[in-house]
């Protein structure tokens, strides 16, 4: 692991889907603060991916939304630009999947911070699913589908919407590993609502002072269909992604795909009666991230509705 005289101190844990791209744009501008230009390193959670590019290293004059960082000294160099007098941070959703991370998390820096936000399960779901769609990484005619089809063991390009969105087991583990102090629970449903409180609540956990933005622009929910969907899914094959992978950058090629294919916002819909359905088949586990977060969940997601209508 990291050598022991390096520390990051805090992580952004996830969940995926749940406005840590907006997170991310805030605490990468705040002056107190250093992320790296790799949004998500995935360092400690060891993540895989079906996309060999997740895997190559990152050049320091590009920006990457995600990586595979496998290498201590690579996930250390990432940090290398930060000023003495800046806190560093590592924000990767997938940190919320694998219930070893906490530990993990904990022996390089065992008084670290973790921030956590938390979606509406099914919402969060049905994002990723959306997201997956609009890239290629999933096919199906719909989300019912796509939830039945068989599952994907990789983070990047992978299938597992329902089970990312089980919170509950590596919530424990953060919990058992760190005292409450250091752990900031935001739920997206609010905190997408107030961003100002919010960051400034941020950076009052982080021990910073607030720096208001001038604007912070809304991505956390920004998935797109593209017209001529067949012909960008071919140009999204592992050949075809290498190659402009090797000649582009990420900010370079999501405007040639706007200009080519014409993005605009996914029609699709997440049924309610499905989303009831899924959301009623995990009550137990929601009072228990309740519970455990002092959140009122069962609230804002919905919940004590369903437990009302039975």
Do not use: C
Request: hydrophobic residues 35%.
């Amino acid at each position: 692991m990291v050598g022991q005289e390096f520390k990051v101190d805090f992580f952004v844990v996830g969940a995926a889907r749940s406005g840590t791209t907006t997170l991310y744009q805030y605490l990468s501008k705040h002056p107190d603060i250093y992320v790296p230009r790799v949004k998500e390193l995935n360092y400690f959670s060891k993540v895989s991916s079906s996309q060999p590019q997740d895997y190559a290293l990152p050049k320091p004059e590009q920006e990457y939304h995600t990586k595979i960082i496998q290498s201590p000294e690579v996930y250390r160099a990432l940090f290398s630009q930060a000023k003495p007098s800046q806190i560093k941070g590592d924000i990767s959703p997938s940190y919320l999947w694998h219930e070893e991370t906490a530990a993990a998390i904990k022996a390089h820096n065992p008084k670290a911070k973790i921030v956590i936000s938390l979606r509406h399960p099914v919402e969060r779901a049905f994002s990723h699913y959306l997201m997956a769609k609009s890239v290629g990484y999933d096919q199906s005619k719909n989300f019912q589908q796509a939830i039945h089809a068989p599952l994907s063991g990789h983070w990047g390009g992978g299938n597992r919407y329902m089970e990312w969105s089980d919170y509950i087991g590596p919530l424990k583990a953060y919990y058992a590993a760190f005292p409450k102090a250091q752990i900031h629970v935001m739920i997206f449903e609010q905190w997408v609502q107030g961003q100002e409180k919010a960051f400034a609540d941020l950076a009052e956990f982080l021990s910073v002072d607030h720096y208001k933005l001038e604007r912070a622009t809304d991505q956390h929910n920004q998935t797109l269909a593209y017209k001529h969907q067949g012909t960008l899914n071919a140009l999204r094959t592992p050949w075809a992604r290498t190659l402009f992978h090797s000649i582009m950058g990420e900010s370079s090629r999501d405007r040639v795909k706007a200009f080519l294919f014409g993005g605009r916002p996914s029609e699709e819909k997440l049924p309610e009666q499905l989303s009831a359905q899924l959301l009623g088949q995990n009550i137990e586990s929601l009072r228990q991230i309740e519970e455990l977060t002092q959140k009122p969940v069962l609230d804002l997601w919905g919940v004590n509705k369903i437990i009302a209508q039975k």
